[in-house]
T-cell receptor, first 113, second 117 residues
Framework: DQQVKQNSPSLSVQEGRISILNCDYT??????FLWYKKYPAEGPTFLIS???IKDKNEDGRFTVFLNKSAKHLSLHIVPSQPGDSAVYFC????????????WGAGTKLIIKP | EAQVTQNPRYLITVTGKKLTVTCSQN?????MSWYRQDPGLGLRQIYY???????DKGDVPEGYKVSRKEKRNFPLILESPSPNQTSLYFC????????????????FGNGTRLTVT
């Protein structure tokens, strides 16, 4: 049973519009959430994170929202740019987990010109 | 340049032939980890190491071994590879192992694509 789910395998968005990537989790012990971005033939790179004590974290064009009651987080990219085309992974860790991250399956974002 | 280096990038082997995938980081990170990525499953942790001579199992350790004799190196060993270990493997490191808001993001290598026939 996957504890972190990204239900959309792919998402296509027009350049300049908002991209919204979603992630759901089942483990209420998760207290820290991260988004990583992955280009082909490269390893994932850290994008943005959020602690469970917050409901929003912003970094430039990227904002992550956390809804603890719904066990849902989302990544907003505004405006979307061609270089944002990549696979986005959501990951979560729990208190006492020794930094073990549980990963979603990823969402492939395609930005159309 | 700060980086995590994995070798080889591609490897095709046969069932039962022992292999080692090397991982080295030049950032003096304490924490290192191995993941495998399979379609529809995301990344799953194989083994991790909190520091030299300290290793522990992740979620999918069966069929794998690791060692951490030096801080910079964390090789992944497949003593007797099988076709179900065909996957994309990533090594990662971080300066500060921990949890919650003290997490430091992982730095990943570029991956090793392993095919076992």
């Amino acid at each position: 049973d996957q504890q972190v789910k990204q239900n959309s395998p792919s998402l296509s968005v027009q350049e300049g519009r908002i991209s919204i990537l979603n992630c759901d989790y089942t483990n209420s012990m998760f207290d820290y959430f991260l988004w990583y971005k992955k280009y082909p033939a490269e390893g994932p790179t850290f994008l943005i994170s959020i602690s469970s004590i917050k409901d929003k974290n912003e970094d430039g064009r990227f904002t992550v929202f956390l809804n603890k009651s719904a066990k849902h987080l989302s990544l907003h990219i505004v405006p979307s740019q061609p270089g944002d085309s990549a696979v986005y992974f959501c990951a979560a860790s729990a208190l006492g987990s020794n930094y073990q991250l549980i990963w979603g399956a990823g969402t492939k974002l395609i930005i159309k010109p | 340049e700060a980086q995590v280096t994995q070798n080889p990038r591609y490897l095709i082997t046969v069932t039962g032939k022992k292999l080692t995938v090397t991982c080295s980081q030049n950032m003096n990170h304490e924490y290192m980890s191995w993941y495998r990525q399979d379609p529809g499953l995301g990344l799953r942790q194989i083994y991790y190491s909190m520091n030299v001579e300290v290793t522990d199992k992740g979620d999918v350790p069966e069929g794998y071994k690791v060692s951490r004799k030096e801080k910079r190196n964390f090789p992944l060993i497949l003593e007797s590879p099988s076709p179900n270990q065909t996957s994309l493997y990533f090594c990662a490191s971080s300066p500060r192992p921990g949890q919650g808001k003290y997490n430091s993001p992982l730095h990943f290598g570029n991956g090793t694509r392993l095919t076992v026939t």
